[in-house]
């Protein structure tokens, strides 16, 4: 597509419900972060893929965040027993291998509130 | 641990002004300093900065990064309403393509 894709846009989830973002990159971009955005605050790193491999998740912040890329295109946050703290716009961004004078693109993120 | 500081946090001023914030940062195996806009959600690009002293520019935006003292500078000349968001800035390490950004600045233009 022109741009990065995520959805839903807002999702609202009752505390100790389990969460599924997804995110479609730009095509042939070969790279796919993750970051969380907690409001007033500036975007946190979360996870890098390139292509269907997890090269760096260290910006888990716990064992309840997974994400995948299982074919190297489309990749997914899932979060379980989501907590109030977990409330944050979740941001995908594509880049191709290396990063060019362009730096990233960011989709419009995926606004989480945890009830 | 990697630490990107910007300042200041939030300004105001009016239609016609010039802006300058700052952005300081200490990231091991630094590679690129980048600037984002963030109006509502997605961030949009800037500027990338990986040269010492070399300012880049894009209409009333300039930009300049000094790797000697670990900082970069993103000005706005007469500014607009449409200049109002939030500007980020991001260091870019050399390995892994991770960017660690700082907290921001909100700008305010007011007509």
């Known amino acids: 597509g022109a741009g990065v894709s995520q959805s839903p846009r807002y999702k609202v989830a009752k505390r100790g419900q389990d969460v599924a973002l997804r995110c479609d990159p730009i095509s042939g971009h070969v790279s796919l972060f993750w970051y969380q955005q907690a409001l007033g605050q500036g975007p946190e790193f979360l996870t890098y893929f390139q292509n269907e491999a997890q090269l760096d998740k260290s910006g888990l912040p716990s064992d309840r965040f997974f994400a995948e890329r299982p074919e190297g295109s489309v990749s997914t946050l899932k979060i379980q027993r989501t907590q109030q703290e977990d409330s944050a716009v979740y941001l995908c961004a594509s880049s191709p291998r290396v990063a060019n004078n362009y730096g990233y693109t960011f989709g419009s993120g995926t606004r989480l509130t945890v009830v | 641990e990697d630490k990107v500081v910007q300042s200041p946090l939030s300004l105001v001023v009016h239609e016609g002004d010039t802006v300058t914030l700052n952005c300081s940062y200490e990231?091991?195996?630094?590679?690129?300093l980048l600037w984002y806009k963030q109006e509502k959600k997605a961030p949009t690009f800037l500027f990338m900065l990986t040269s010492s002293g070399i300012e880049k520019k894009s209409g009333r935006l300039s930009s300049i990064l000094d790797k000697k003292e670990l900082f970069s500078i993103l000005n706005i000349t007469a500014t607009q309403t449409g200049d109002s968001a939030i500007y980020l800035c991001?260091?870019?390490?050399?390995?892994?393509?991770?960017?660690?950004f700082g907290g921001g600045t909100r700008v305010l233009v007011k007509p």
């Open positions: 991001a260091a870019l390490k050399a390995a892994g393509n991770k960017l660690t």
């Open positions: 990231v091991t195996n630094f590679r690129s």
